[in-house]
């Protein structure tokens, strides 16, 4: 995935389960723990590219963790 800064990224993390519930471990931004959604603005101090740890759980106890890239630049 790419951002720019100064625009708004938005990303949706897709997943199947009952009453998901989505985590992420970064500082970059938070992600709406029940939609999924990763909505933020990347200024310039964030250049760089990242890799984004995030996890689904569900109401089972089930739990599953992936990654993503993330480039954010002018």
Do not use: R
């Given at each position: 995935q790419n951002a720019v800064i100064n625009q708004q990224?938005?990303?949706?993390?897709?997943?199947?389960?009952?009453?998901?519930?989505?985590?992420d471990y970064t500082d970059l931004f938070d992600i709406n723990k029940t939609t999924g959604f990763i909505v933020f603005t990347p200024m310039v101090e964030n250049i760089?590219?990242?890799?984004?740890?995030?996890?689904?759980?569900?109401s089972l106890q089930n739990e599953k963790y992936n990654n993503f890239k993330l480039k954010i630049h002018e």
């Amino acid at each position: 995935q790419n951002a720019v800064i100064n625009q708004q990224f938005v990303y949706q993390v897709k997943a199947k389960g009952i009453k998901i519930n989505f985590s992420d471990y970064t500082d970059l931004f938070d992600i709406n723990k029940t939609t999924g959604f990763i909505v933020f603005t990347p200024m310039v101090e964030n250049i760089g590219e990242y890799t984004i740890w995030l996890s689904v759980s569900d109401s089972l106890q089930n739990e599953k963790y992936n990654n993503f890239k993330l480039k954010i630049h002018e």
